[in-house]
């Protein structure tokens, strides 16, 4: 008879601790389900510069809903298809950090400088601009924030997992960052108002921290593996053979397939890592960067393609084997400069672009190309002024695709009564609406839920002065997904207090 493993067991060697993946032996998944100790998860995955307007082109009228067959993913959000029963829109939520007067003196939530600021409150719901003021401390120079919600639900975690959370991104080319500290257009993860958790663009360091073994001589082991060429799997192959032992024939051939994976995974991290620049760390920085401080697709053998693949890859991996429970995942900076060459014809033709091989879409150069939404309704919506430009588009349609593969890699993994996405939280969302640097109205997809969020819908609350906020989502999800007893959350310069968003509730 085979013996049952903890849940902790791990493949061991040299400086690395690799964890198992799900196995029969672990333990049977029904007394795990009803032991309630299916993991719950925060995924959340940022994109800059707003949406096209194709991303409401589905949206149901100012304070419906739509669900079942009645509810259409919109072109951008295409690749999301095979899971839509899983997946849930939500439409018209502003973010009122800041409200200006306008001279009809209605209040919105625009802002400018936008960009960094409306990066900085995505996941925090405050002004960073106005903490610095309180605090008497230069804008172009200050990083203040407050705590994010991925961090305040990461605390509640502590020490479940061997990573408490973990911050990844593609971005690798800085783009302009409105005369604000680089904290706040290249960082999601806040863990203290002063503490900006700087987001991991190079997949070798992720590697390296999922299959460490967090012990002090870790990297210096790893660099001799590396330099001997071998693979972390050569480190923990004794561990290896004595766990076959012990388990089933079947838990032997997932084990196999599973280090084949991290094998292949670790190649590619490796490729990619050789033609990929660590971002600086998170500080005022006095003057715009230059081309010289990142790389464009194509440059110096980059592959932004192969790169979104291997982190969505790594993500995948830290998820399965219970190496972290919290991840921020942000698409590229905000206002970036990035040229998205690698985009194939699949996505540019989904949205309308005719296929140029290897045509140049720039990023922020394409989010202020042609495109204006009223703030004006008709019909229950927004009144289009003029339709986006297909360059904006398509590099929205790559985004969403590279996000909507993530999502499928974890609904493919059995967890419990589900999947690894059911019992994950999945955030797809921007810091600002479209063309026009608007901070209400943001695009936001949620995907699995741990079964209390509702799915296979779209939510549009009212429009612009009567909406509802983005601090109220977070708030909504920390107290119902996570259980955690927060009586607040963000600011709203209005004075509104934080209420619930009962309406995405299963």
């Given at each position: 008879?085979?013996?049952?493993?903890?849940?902790?067991?791990?493949?061991?060697?040299?400086?690395?601790?690799?964890?198992?993946?799900?196995?029969?032996?672990?333990?049977?998944?029904?007394?795990?389900?009803a032991?309630?100790?299916?993991?719950?998860?925060?995924l959340?995955?940022?994109?800059?510069?707003?949406?096209?307007?194709?991303?409401?082109?589905?949206?149901?009228?100012?304070?419906?809903?739509?669900?079942?067959?009645?509810?259409?993913l919109?072109n951008?959000?295409?690749?999301?298809?095979?899971?839509?029963?899983?997946?849930?829109?939500?439409?018209?939520?502003?973010?009122?950090?800041?409200?200006h007067?306008?001279?009809?003196?209605?209040?919105?939530?625009?802002?400018?400088?936008?960009?960094?600021?409306?990066?900085?409150?995505?996941?925090?719901?405050?002004?960073?601009?106005?903490?610095?003021?309180?605090?008497?401390?230069?804008?172009?120079?200050?990083?203040?924030?407050?705590?994010?919600?991925?961090?305040?639900?990461?605390?509640?975690?502590?020490?479940q997992?061997?990573?408490?959370?973990?911050?990844?991104?593609?971005?690798?080319?800085?783009?302009?960052?409105?005369?604000?500290?680089?904290?706040?257009?290249?960082?999601?993860?806040?863990?203290?108002?002063?503490?900006?958790?700087?987001?991991?663009?190079?997949?070798?360091?992720?590697?390296d921290?999922?299959?460490?073994?967090?012990?002090?001589?870790?990297?210096?082991?790893?660099?001799?593996?590396?330099?001997?060429?071998?693979?972390?799997?050569?480190?923990?192959?004794?561990?290896?053979?004595?766990?076959?032992?012990?388990?089933?024939?079947?838990?032997?051939?997932?084990?196999?397939?599973?280090?084949?994976?991290?094998?292949?995974?670790?190649?590619?991290?490796?490729?990619?890592?050789?033609?990929?620049?660590?971002?600086?760390?998170?500080?005022?920085?006095?003057?715009?960067?230059?081309p010289?401080?990142?790389?464009?697709?194509?440059?110096?053998?980059?592959?932004?393609?192969?790169?979104?693949?291997?982190?969505?890859?790594?993500?995948?991996?830290?998820?399965?084997?219970?190496?972290t429970?919290?991840?921020?995942?942000?698409?590229?900076?905000?206002?970036?400069?990035f040229?998205?060459?690698?985009?194939?014809?699949?996505d540019?033709?989904?949205?309308?672009?005719?296929?140029?091989?290897?045509?140049?879409?720039?990023y922020?150069?394409?989010?202020?190309?042609?495109?204006?939404?009223?703030?004006?309704?008709?019909?229950?919506?927004y009144?289009?002024?003029?339709?986006?430009?297909?360059?904006?588009?398509?590099?929205?349609?790559?985004?969403?695709?590279?996000?909507?593969?993530?999502?499928?890699k974890?609904?493919?993994?059995?967890?419990?009564?589900?999947?690894?996405?059911?019992?994950?939280?999945?955030?797809f969302?921007?810091?600002?609406?479209?063309?026009?640097?608007?901070?209400?109205?943001?695009?936001?997809?949620?995907?699995?839920?741990?079964?209390?969020?509702?799915?296979?819908?779209?939510?549009?609350?009212?429009?612009?002065?009567?909406?509802?906020?983005?601090?109220?989502?977070?708030?909504?999800?920390?107290?119902?997904?996570?259980?955690?007893p927060?009586?607040?959350?963000?600011?709203?310069?209005?004075?509104?207090?934080?209420?619930?968003?009962?309406?995405?509730?299963?």
């Amino acid at each position: 008879m085979k013996t049952i493993l903890s849940r902790r067991t791990v493949l061991r060697g040299a400086g690395v601790a690799l964890s198992l993946p799900w196995l029969e032996a672990l333990a049977p998944r029904f007394a795990r389900a009803a032991a309630g100790s299916i993991p719950r998860r925060l995924l959340i995955c940022a994109f800059p510069n707003g949406a096209p307007h194709d991303w409401w082109s589905t949206a149901p009228a100012f304070g419906t809903s739509v669900s079942g067959d009645a509810f259409k993913l919109p072109n951008v959000l295409a690749p999301f298809q095979p899971i839509k029963h899983k997946v849930m829109m939500v439409s018209r939520l502003g973010n009122y950090t800041w409200s200006h007067v306008r001279p009809d003196e209605t209040q919105t939530p625009s802002v400018e400088p936008s960009h960094a600021r409306c990066m900085s409150a995505v996941t925090t719901c405050i002004d960073a601009d106005e903490v610095a003021r309180k605090a008497n401390l230069p804008l172009d120079s200050a990083v203040r924030s407050t705590t994010s919600v991925d961090q305040l639900i990461a605390q509640t975690l502590q020490g479940q997992t061997g990573l408490n959370s973990m911050q990844t991104g593609l971005g690798v080319k800085p783009g302009f960052f409105d005369y604000r500290s680089y904290a706040y257009n290249q960082v999601l993860s806040w863990k203290s108002p002063t503490e900006p958790l700087k987001r991991n663009v190079n997949p070798r360091v992720i590697f390296d921290a999922l299959v460490g073994s967090g012990n002090a001589q870790t990297p210096a082991e790893l660099a001799r593996l590396k330099a001997r060429e071998k693979s972390v799997l050569d480190a923990v192959r004794e561990d290896t053979n004595r766990i076959k032992k012990r388990v089933s024939s079947r838990d032997q051939q997932v084990l196999d397939q599973y280090l084949t994976t991290v094998r292949s995974l670790e190649l590619a991290a490796e490729q990619v890592s050789a033609t990929c620049r660590t971002l600086p760390a998170p500080n005022a920085v006095p003057e715009p960067p230059g081309p010289q401080q990142g790389l464009s697709q194509g440059q110096d053998g980059y592959d932004h393609e192969l790169h979104a693949d291997v982190m969505n890859d790594l993500i995948t991996l830290a998820f399965e084997c219970d190496r972290t429970r919290v991840v921020t995942h942000l698409l590229d900076d905000a206002r970036s400069e990035f040229e998205y060459r690698n985009i194939p014809a699949s996505d540019r033709t989904r949205v309308g672009l005719t296929y140029n091989a290897g045509a140049s879409l720039h990023y922020h150069g394409s989010q202020h190309g042609e495109g204006e939404l009223a703030d004006t309704t008709e019909n229950g919506q927004y009144k289009i002024v003029r339709p986006s430009n297909r360059d904006f588009a398509a590099i929205n349609a790559w985004m969403g695709r590279k996000v909507a593969e993530l999502a499928l890699k974890l609904d493919a993994i059995p967890e419990g009564d589900g999947t690894v996405l059911d019992h994950t939280t999945l955030v797809f969302l921007s810091e600002m609406r479209t063309h026009d640097h608007d901070a209400f109205d943001l695009p936001i997809l949620i995907a699995g839920g741990n079964g209390i969020l509702k799915r296979n819908t779209h939510i549009a609350y009212n429009s612009v002065g009567n909406d509802r906020q983005l601090r109220d989502m977070w708030y909504t999800l920390m107290r119902h997904v996570f259980g955690m007893p927060v009586t607040s959350f963000g600011e709203d310069t209005r004075g509104v207090a934080n209420a619930e968003l009962t309406e995405i509730l299963a």
